[in-house]
């Protein structure tokens, strides 16, 4: 269980720094600005 | 395989920029986070044939079954369709369904068509973890795959928004290091 945790612990830690990038919106994506 | 999954879901980010990277890493294991609880009950079980890396039979002929799968991803899929839209929710989906796909390479025929294993069809899977080395390698060229992909796709966005590379950079090597320290965790253990 203390895989899981860990793992899940990772999820939410590398997700948290991913979303301060400056990734396109789906919008932005859709119409190729990027 | 936890470490190949998310070299995939890191993959896919650097396609699908839009797609949340914790959503798509979600994805890649819904179907071992739906086994867990049904593992707990005993509705699904797990035989070691060794010890180490690779050594299960996995009974989860609910979850890991072709239909189950379809079903469990659908449903992943949709729950993300009012915060992410169709594209995202699409793109959830079929990583979550790419789970299945991985597991059929390196699993034991341990996989069936059918939830139950209805029809008495054959169980699927090719088995790679009869060749420990080998497919811990797979794992590895997934995950630093992955982790470049990822990192050249974070520097290309971070650059074009005038923004330094550090944050890509240690989100990056995060991902890789956890890949790289699950696989060995997991081979070793």
Known sequence: MSFIAGILLFVVVVGLVDRRLPWPSVKQQEVGKW | ?189
């Not at chain 2, 049904?38 to 044939?49: F, G, R």
């Not at chain 2, 009974?59 to 991803?73: E, I, P, R, W």
């Open chain 2, 1 to 189: 395989m936890v470490a190949g999954h998310f070299g995939f879901a890191a993959m896919v980010k650097s396609r699908e920029k839009s797609a949340p990277l914790w959503a798509l890493m979600l994805a890649t294991v819904w179907l071992d986070i739906v086994f867990v609880p049904l593992v707990l009950t005993h509705l699904e079980t797990m035989q070691t044939i060794h010890k180490g890396y690779g050594g299960l039979l996995i009974h989860a002929d609910y979850t890991h079954s072709f239909v189950g799968m379809l079903g469990l991803s659908a449903i992943l899929g949709a729950m993300f369709l009012r915060a992410e839209g169709k594209r995202v929710a699409i793109v959830i989906a079929l990583v979550s369904a790419s789970h299945w796909v991985l597991d059929l390479v390196v699993h034991r025929p341990d996989m069936p068509v059918f939830p139950r294993n209805l029809g008495n069809l054959p169980y699927f899977g090719f088995g790679l973890w009869n060749h420990p080395p080998v497919a811990a390698c797979v794992e590895l060229l997934l995950v630093i795959a992955g982790a470049i992909m990822y990192w050249r796709a974070a520097m290309g966005v971070s650059a074009k928004a005038g923004k330094g590379g550090t944050l890509a950079s240690v989100s990056a090597a995060m991902i890789a290091a956890f890949g790289v320290l699950v696989l060995a965790l997991d081979y070793t253990s």
